[in-house]
Every structure is written in C-alpha cells, then in structure tokens.
C-alpha cells in the first residue's frame, strides 16, 4: 500500500524487517524486558551462530566494529612508534582506532576498477616499523588475497581483515574474515546485516581470541538511554520510509528525529575530530544482540538479492561508455553491499536521480570519511593517493539492497541513462 510512497535507496537503513521492529519495540514499550536490555543470553546465542556461519574459533561480539578493530589492535600489542598500512579511500574510524593505540596509519592507494587496496603498491611504504596490514573488503569485493598475504608473509607482518562490507564474500572459496589474524565485521544500519549499531570479531588463534575475550569482558554496557535510542531507529525509520512522500510526513519525521537528537547519527561527532568518543569501546548490549542474531539468518538471503540486482546493472549499463562499471577480483564471490560506478558528473547524477524519487549514496566523497573529517588530523595527507581521492570524486552507490527490487533497479538504470 505505502510502496509508491517509499524512496528507492542505497542507505536509509535498508535491511529491517518487521520482525526486527518487533524486537526493538519489545525491549522498549514493554518494562519488564528493561532488566535484559544490557545483559542477557543473546550475546553468547549471537556468538556461537556467528561462529557457525563464518566456522571460526572465536567470535567476539563489541558495541561496533570500531571497538571490535580497536581491540585487536590492543591485543596485537600494536601501540608507539608502530605503523599499520590501510587503504585511502576509508572511513575515519580505522586511522582513528590507530592513532588511539599511540600507533601511525599509513595509507596506500587503492586500485580504480576494484576499489580495494593495490598490492602493487604495498612493499614501498613497508618500514622497519610496519607491523600490520589492515585489508579493506570494499562494497564487499575482496581483496586479492593470495598477493596480499605474499607480502605479508615476506615482511613477517599481521592481517587484521576489515569485513564491515563483506559479510559472506568469499575468495577462492573461503569467505573474507578467514585470512588473517583477526577480522571484524559492522552490524552498523546500512551494512550487510543491520542491528542499528555492534559488530563483532573472529580469529583463529586460541590465545589471540581468549585476549580480546578478556579485553571485551572488560568493558562497560553503553547506557541504557544509548540503548533505547538505538531501539528506537528501525521502528522510526521503517514508518518514515513507508511515508516518506506521503505530503513530506516521513521525511518530516526522519528529519526531525535527526535534529532533536533523538535518532543517533553514524559517526560522534568527536569522531570526526579525531577524539575518542565516551563510552568507547564498549559491548554489545543484549537487545541489540536479539536483532543481529534474527539479521544474521537472513544473510545468504540478503546477498542472493543483492548479486541479482547487481547483474541486472552490468548487463543493463555495461554499454554505456561514460560509466565505469566495478569488476570483480578474480577469483571472487563479490556480495555487492552497493553496487558503485564512477562517473564524470557525480553531483548532476545523484541530483537527477532524485528527482525521481531515487537516493543514491555517495561513499565516501572524500579519501577518509565522512566529508566533515579533517584529512590531516586523521593522518592522511592530501595527494598521496591519488587514486582515492579521483575514485570518492566520482563514485556513486546503485541500491541493492532487500527493498530495491528488479523493477526499482531499471528506474536507477532509466535516470543513470536518461
């Protein structure tokens, strides 16, 4: 009923299902379910299914995948005077987590067509400091993996994998998360699955995993107003995009929200600065761990929908020669999180497509993102990469998510081409 009213999206918080809504209003409206917002038996229950899903040794559930990074970098002992390499073309989370562990990020450039880091590139900024590679599964196409873990292997240096976009890719057969020391994946609102916020950590290294487990029991719950906030985004979100262009009441409502505070935003804003937010790092409360084990066995399901959607885009604009069209690493089960093309004229893109009701992202436009993030204060230093900074100048999301069905894809298709 509400479909024609709802915009086609490649963020907005896509994956929430009703049974999601059920959950979060549960823990809510309900007072009895306010003992078992922090503390409760989800998180074991999430832990071992995630276990199970990636067959890992060890899943470790944070408050979010930054937390989850941070933590592998304590346990690591990566901390002063050490250097980790990580991809331009990033969020600021990663360099953050870095510098707090009194560590340096250095970035290597990216390759154009796959948007993962270029391991032609990776020796030369290799020091007798460099500890670490952190390796970047972007918009869920992995990174090539078999040259990556080469050099790695030469240098005697770790791989921490960044799954937040690539929850059930795989190269060669194995899935991302399963190369290196540690990994750790996002349950963040626009990623593969979504539980508003949290993520979680795997390794295979008994004592790496009983370290960060001991570093994770720790820590503290995130308040229980953070919580109920949290909650409140996919019941908010999911009436607000039903209603969207129903006379402006949905994005009147989103709006709102947003402003008074009420809904959380993505990124602290100390974040953006470079300053360690409160409360970080922290675990994953109960409640939302109730909504990421529910997400979690959608999975495959997800990303069938998405590869789908995906081929319907490169068999449709493959012929349109003003389009650069992603590729796939060889040897790779690429899930598509979003399907990303550059284009000469990003902002006359993303602006003709919403005249048609259709939001296309933009991530990031920056090397480092958000675009609010100071590039130097994140340690990244302007025209070093050159490739990043050319790919966040034109890249633009296409929707493949749950919501964008075969006839919401030829609608993008039709404004891309128009």
């Given at each position: 009923?509400?479909?024609?009213?709802?915009?086609?999206?490649?963020?907005?918080?896509?994956?929430?299902?009703?049974?999601?809504?059920?959950?979060?209003?549960?823990?809510?409206?309900?007072?009895?379910?306010?003992?078992?917002?922090?503390?409760?038996?989800?998180?074991?229950?999430?832990?071992?299914?995630?276990?199970?899903?990636?067959?890992?040794?060890?899943?470790?559930?944070?408050?979010?995948?930054?937390?989850?990074?941070?933590?592998?970098?304590?346990?690591?002992?990566?901390?002063?005077?050490?250097?980790?390499?990580?991809?331009?073309?990033?969020?600021?989370?990663?360099?953050?987590?870095?510098?707090?562990?009194?560590?340096?990020?250095?970035?290597?450039?990216?390759?154009?067509?796959?948007?993962?880091?270029?391991?032609?590139?990776?020796?030369?900024?290799?020091?007798?400091?460099?500890?670490?590679?952190?390796?970047?599964?972007?918009?869920?196409?992995?990174?090539?993996?078999?040259?990556?873990?080469?050099?790695?292997?030469?240098?005697?240096?770790?791989?921490?994998?960044?799954?937040?976009?690539?929850?059930?890719?795989?190269?060669?057969?194995?899935k991302t998360g399963t190369?290196?020391?540690?990994?750790?994946?996002?349950?963040?609102?626009?990623?593969?699955?979504?539980?508003?916020?949290?993520?979680?950590?795997?390794?295979?290294?008994?004592?790496?995993?009983?370290?960060?487990?001991?570093?994770?029991?720790?820590?503290?719950?995130?308040?229980?107003?953070?919580?109920?906030?949290?909650?409140?985004?996919?019941?908010?979100?999911?009436?607000?995009?039903?209603?969207?262009?129903?006379?402006?009441?949905?994005?009147?409502?989103?709006?709102?929200?947003?402003?008074?505070?009420?809904?959380?935003?993505?990124?602290?804003?100390?974040?953006?600065?470079?300053?360690?937010?409160h409360g970080f790092p922290?675990?994953?409360?109960?409640?939302?761990?109730?909504?990421?084990?529910?997400?979690?066995?959608?999975?495959?399901?997800?990303?069938?929908?998405?590869?789908?959607?995906?081929?319907?885009?490169?068999?449709?604009?493959?012929?349109?020669?003003?389009?650069?069209?992603?590729?796939?690493?060889?040897?790779?089960?690429?899930?598509?999180?979003?399907?990303?093309?550059?284009?000469?004229?990003?902002?006359?893109?993303?602006?003709?497509?919403?005249?048609?009701?259709?939001?296309?992202?933009?991530?990031?436009?920056?090397?480092?993102?958000?675009?609010?993030?100071?590039?130097?204060?994140?340690?990244?230093?302007?025209?070093?990469?050159?490739?990043?900074?050319?790919?966040?100048?034109?890249?633009?999301?296409?929707?493949?998510?749950?919501?964008?069905?075969?006839?919401?894809?030829?609608?993008?298709?039709?404004?891309?081409?128009?």
């Amino acid at each position: 009923m509400f479909k024609r009213f709802q915009p086609i999206a490649a963020a907005l918080a896509p994956n929430y299902t009703f049974r999601d809504v059920l959950i979060a209003m549960k823990y809510v409206y309900l007072p009895w379910k306010w003992g078992s917002l922090k503390r409760g038996n989800n998180q074991d229950k999430l832990e071992l299914a995630f276990k199970e899903f990636m067959d890992a040794r060890y899943a470790i559930s944070f408050d979010s995948a930054r937390s989850g990074f941070f933590a592998i970098l304590k346990c690591l002992g990566i901390g002063e005077n050490d250097e980790v390499l990580l991809q331009a073309f990033t969020t600021v989370a990663l360099p953050n987590a870095i510098m707090w562990c009194k560590a340096t990020p250095i970035f290597v450039d990216i390759d154009e067509k796959t948007f993962n880091m270029d391991p032609g590139l990776i020796e030369k900024h290799i020091t007798s400091k460099t500890k670490a590679i952190v390796v970047q599964h972007t918009f869920g196409n992995p990174s090539d993996m078999d040259r990556i873990l080469s050099i790695a292997r030469k240098h005697n240096l770790l791989i921490i994998e960044d799954c937040a976009h690539s929850l059930g890719a795989e190269y060669r057969g194995k899935k991302t998360g399963t190369f290196g020391n540690a990994a750790f994946f996002s349950f963040g609102r626009d990623k593969v699955i979504s539980a508003v916020s949290g993520g979680i950590v795997i390794t295979a290294d008994w004592n790496l995993g009983r370290s960060i487990t001991d570093f994770r029991n720790k820590l503290p719950y995130p308040s229980d107003k953070h919580i109920f906030r949290q909650l409140l985004h996919p019941m908010i979100t999911t009436k607000s995009l039903k209603l969207y262009n129903f006379f402006g009441i949905g994005k009147f409502m989103m709006y709102a929200m947003a402003k008074s505070g009420i809904l959380t935003k993505a990124y602290d804003i100390n974040e953006k600065k470079n300053i360690m937010p409160h409360g970080f790092p922290a675990k994953m409360p109960n409640a939302l761990c109730e909504i990421a084990l529910h997400q979690l066995k959608l999975a495959d399901e997800f990303n069938d929908h998405r590869a789908k959607i995906a081929s319907l885009y490169t068999h449709r604009l493959k012929d349109e020669g003003e389009l650069s069209l992603p590729e796939t690493t060889h040897g790779a089960k690429n899930i598509f999180l979003w399907y990303t093309i550059l284009t000469e004229n990003k902002k006359q893109t993303i602006a003709n497509a919403k005249l048609s009701n259709i939001f296309l992202g933009d991530w990031f436009p920056a090397p480092v993102g958000p675009i609010e993030v100071d590039l130097e204060r994140s340690g990244y230093r302007p025209g070093s990469c050159p490739i990043a900074e050319k790919v966040s100048s034109k890249c633009v999301n296409l929707p493949t998510n749950k919501n964008t069905s075969k006839d919401d894809a030829i609608k993008v298709i039709n404004s891309l081409i128009q």
